[in-house]
């Protein structure tokens, strides 16, 4: 899925037929006549029947990857138990014959996240490398679920995503902005051969429409062509205007949508010189804007705007709202709701423009040391992931993967891949609680990351840099 680009710096109801059946009319004149008598007669012998009880799931101890394995990738498993025998087979659903035996280890309480958490085995399969679907056996705890062994698995979930993305319903602009954003970033990184360029440009069309004519701001919610019509419309008649825009557009918003559009002009100037240009004229116009209200702006979707434009442009302007953003304490910043720092310092990293040879540095000395630091904490650690995984959500994780997948393809070292590839066993089953966090939610009240298209387009990063 790789590509070197110039931007790389260094992701039933069941059909039921009823025949033979009496009409529905006859059937509904059954319901209701039960009877004190036709109650009596029935002959109970003196015991009441117990429904109280509940079924209860039966859970395989063997705890795997659901979404499967890569051929060459690392492959482990877990069990838990106790004083359980050393040996683990991997069975072929194909004809249930044995294809590799191994041998467990038990992990000691130091490497747990959860001490209290009882025994827990891991056994290594990685040497095994051939294709098909499989289970697991151990004498003491039975068979696993199937799991699959593929170079197509992610491939396959890559595009579910971006299919999910394409045809989500996109009510808040700066859901669509930053979800255009990261497709962008991913075919900037590895490549363009999942990238559906057609949607990235329809998204670019649906986001000028929303710009306010004469302000070039955007609405904080996508707004329907008659809406749209009818504010183009009172801008001309002012005096009989029933919709108040200022209480509609978002300055956050538009400063992240001059990015976008700046980001558009970069990948696709080449390829679309006459709209880009016209892309490029909006995105100007819309950061003239902000930049008089930048105290009102969320500053890292001030300095992704400003990163994309200096790249695209090689403007001065830009460069010093860079500058400005420098000297914004940490603790002062304000953040908006979708982080943009990272898609603004890897803008500015492979700007062809004059850059501050020390700041380089120093952004990539940042990522370097948090891509080392995520991969020390998870060395150690039940299922090879970060120990406080539990206490944090599913944003920070995904966006802790998407700086080892940049580091990882930057540095083109093979450790930070193996990190981000156990954290991506860790969401698709490989957990204490056996849960598929794609198709599940990993916190009570949360929602599934299939399900949330902001998640979807980190997604779309991470599963880009393969497993």
Do not use: W
């Not at 040996?87 to 035996?101: A, C, L, M, P, Q």
Request: aromatic share 12%.
């Amino acid at each position: 899925m790789r590509r070197v680009t110039t931007a790389v710096i260094m992701l039933a109801a069941c059909c039921m037929t009823l025949t033979g059946c009496e009409p529905v009319d006859t059937i509904m004149s059954y319901v209701g006549r039960e009877t004190a008598e036709s109650v009596a007669d029935i002959a109970t012998l003196g015991f009441v029947p117990d429904f109280s009880y509940e079924y209860e799931p039966q859970i395989p101890a063997v705890i795997t990857d659901s979404v499967g394995y890569s051929l060459s990738g690392r492959k482990v498993i877990y069990i838990e138990g106790t004083d359980l025998a050393k040996d683990f087979e991997i069975i072929s659903t194909r004809d249930d014959s044995s294809v590799y035996k191994g041998k467990l280890r038990k992990i000691s309480a130091d490497e747990q996240e959860n001490k209290d958490a009882g025994s827990l085995y891991v056994g290594d399969f990685t040497e095994f490398a051939k294709e098909g679907t499989y289970r697991v056996f151990q004498e003491n705890v039975g068979y696993s679920d199937e799991f699959v062994i593929n170079n197509d698995s992610y491939s396959r979930l890559f595009k579910e995503c971006y299919d999910k993305i394409e045809a989500a319903q996109y009510v808040k602009s700066d859901t669509l902005i930053y979800t255009l954003a990261n497709l962008m970033f991913t075919k900037e990184i590895f490549g363009d051969e999942y990238t559906d360029d057609s949607f990235i440009k329809a998204g670019i069309e649906a986001l000028i429409s929303q710009q306010h004519p004469r302000l070039g701001v955007i609405y904080e919610e996508l707004l329907d062509d008659d809406t749209l019509a009818t504010i183009s419309e009172e801008l001309r008649n002012p005096a009989s205007a029933t919709i108040n825009t200022e209480d509609m557009i978002s300055l956050s918003a538009t400063a992240e949508f001059a990015g976008v559009l700046a980001q558009y002009c970069y990948n696709y100037r080449e390829e679309d010189p006459a709209f880009t240009a016209e892309v490029l004229r909006a995105a100007g116009k819309a950061y003239n804007y902000v930049e008089r209200y930048r105290e009102d702006v969320c500053a890292d979707s001030l300095y992704y705007a400003a990163g994309e434009l200096y790249r695209t442009t090689g403007q001065f302007k830009y460069r010093n709202a860079i500058v400005l953003y420098d000297n914004i304490a940490e603790e002062d910043r304000k953040k908006s709701d979708h982080d943009y720092t990272m898609l603004a310092d890897v803008a500015y990293l492979s700007s062809a423009y004059k850059t501050d040879y020390v700041r380089c540095q120093s952004l990539m000395q940042y990522y370097r040391n948090k891509a080392a630091g995520i991969s020390e904490s998870a060395t150690r650690q039940t299922f090879y992931v970060q120990s406080d995984i539990d206490k944090v959500d599913e944003d920070e994780i995904l966006y802790n993967m998407m700086t080892l997948g940049l580091v990882s393809y930057v540095l083109s070292g093979r450790e930070y891949a193996i990190v981000q590839s156990n954290y991506l066993h860790y969401l698709f089953g490989l957990n204490r609680d056996r849960v598929n966090y794609y198709l599940s939610p990993m916190r009570e009240g949360g929602i599934p990351i299939s399900e949330d298209i902001v998640q979807l387009s980190k997604m779309i990063f991470i599963l880009g840099n393969g497993e």
